[in-house]
């Protein structure tokens, strides 16, 4: 798994933070449309522990059964969908900001993890997907004697 220090003014924040800011102007969804489907992405965090990495992502209303994680080529990906709830004819929608319909994200893993001992829980909406490290053994050094 490749990562990338966290920089608090990084490049991409500001895109992400006018993104937010535009849509909250326009008062458009904040969701796009890929083949005629709603898509989103879920915010996740990554964090390097000292065994493992661990991957944190928010997906509250979503049941663990319709949460899929699989790896392909070192690519470890979450998908999953949330499901849109049903409107009740007496309801008058002034503000939809909840995000529904499909979603996958993907991250490449680096040489330095255990991939056939990946391991996820999923607790109170927060799924937590845990990549152990493989210890990379210190290089031996071997002594030659000079004739």
């Keep these: 798994m490749k990562l990338t220090h966290w920089r608090p003014v990084n490049a991409l924040d500001v ?3 006018f993104d937010e800011m535009f849509d909250r102007f326009i008062d458009r969804p904040r969701h796009f449309f890929r083949g005629g489907e709603a898509v ?4 996740i965090d990554i964090v390097e522990k000292e065994k493992a990495y661990e991957l944190r992502a928010e997906l509250p209303g979503i049941n ?3 949460i899929s994680i699989s790896v392909k080529d070192d690519v470890l990906t979450i998908s999953g969908e949330k499901k849109v709830e049903e409107k009740k004819e007496d309801e008058n929608y002034y503000c939809c900001e909840r995000r529904f319909g499909k979603f996958e994200r993907s991250f490449r893993m680096a040489e330095t993890v255990d991939a056939n001992n990946i391991s996820a829980e999923y607790k109170k909406g927060v799924l937590v997907v845990t990549v152990p490290k493989v210890e990379i053994p210190e290089p031996k050094t071997t002594k030659i004697e000079i004739k």
């Design 15 to 17: 895109f992400r933070d």
């Design 64 to 66: 663990k059964n319709e």
């Design 40 to 43: 989103w992405s879920p915010r």
